[in-house]
């Protein structure tokens, strides 16, 4: 699943060749009205307007684009935002696309996935080892597995973000707040920003009790959390990747975890004031940015809103609540 193969910037700059045309070169954007809740300058990278509605149309156009010809079809495993990348990616290049997904996942991402034309296939969150089902499906129907982060090539496809936000700013001295579950997104930035822009530090940003990498950061090692639903369901992953984890620790600076009050009110003051929809896992970096002021260091602070895929009733709770909370939030 992961290989030998190191990612490399060589690899990202291969993907980003392969994704042009095809990805969104998505916006950084600016409030003076979250400077003023952060007490900096706060710079958004809105990838909620990516294609799908989160970065993971990235790593799965690039991954899909790198197999080898005559490759019939894929699997894939999600909650949900992984799962809309493959199946559109797959829909682009003529590819069957099968998809292990929860059953308790947010039912736009059930029904997009599906809609975008893969095979939806759910299971038990709680009593099924998905990677095992996911091993054993694909073997038995001949697929390849295109795994969520453990993968090199999502890896690289997911580094593109980190090459253009290193191109849309001159800011070389800031924490850079990443939404993360299995660090495939975190680490591909992490090593984009190594190589084109080295003072931009990455920090990894998790739901409270979903704090598996910060915990394995402080740890030495991986320490999984138990599997189970969450409010930010995007980003719930049991562990770190063995292959996101040594880069994570490589480059990355301690993690930080949120409330999910927070991450509603990061979600309210989102579309307040940039007009962005962000789905809870997806504002989880906001809500550090905006309200762990002692934890971030710089006067300018660089975070990722990683998707927008919400279903109505937990944006509408976001929107009803989530701004009374985002002064005091916790």
Partial sequence: MAGDVPVTPDLILAAEARLAGHARVTPLLSSPFLD????????????????????????????????????????????????????????ELG??????????????????????????????????????????????????????????HVIAGQG?????????????????????????????????????????????????????????????????NAARPGLCDAILTQAPGQLTFPILQRLCGP???????????AMALAYERLKLVLEPGGAVALAAALFLPDAVEGDTVIAVATGGNVDRDIFLRALNNGGADAHSPA
């Fill in 36 to 91: 003023a809740v952060a007490g900096r300058r706060v710079l958004v990278k809105a990838e909620c307007l990516q294609h799908t509605g989160s970065f993971k149309y990235r790593g799965a156009r690039a991954a899909l684009s790198a197999l080898p010809e005559g490759t019939e079809g894929v699997l894939a495993l999600s909650s949900g935002n992984h799962a809309q990348g493959v199946a559109l990616a797959a829909r």
């Fill in 95 to 152: 590819l069957k696309a099968v998809i292990l997904m929860p059953s308790d996942a947010p039912r736009i991402k059930l029904d997009n996935t599906a809609a975008l034309g893969a095979e939806v296939v759910t299971y038990d969150r709680a009593t099924t080892d998905r990677d095992a089902l996911a091993a054993e499906m694909a073997h038995a129907r001949g697929l390849e597995l295109i795994h969520p982060f453990d993968n090199r």
């Fill in 160 to 224: 593109t973000v980190g090459l253009e936000i290193a191109a849309q700013t001159d800011t070389r001295g800031a924490d850079v707040l990443v939404c993360c579950g299995g660090g495939g997104l975190t680490a591909g930035v992490a090593l984009a920003l190594e190589a084109r822009a080295p003072g931009l530090r990455v920090r990894p940003v998790e739901p409270e009790g979903f704090d598996d990498v910060a915990r394995s950061l402080r740890a030495g090692q991986i320490t999984p």
């Fill in 255 to 265: 993690g930080l975890v949120v409330s999910d009050a927070q991450a509603l009110a």
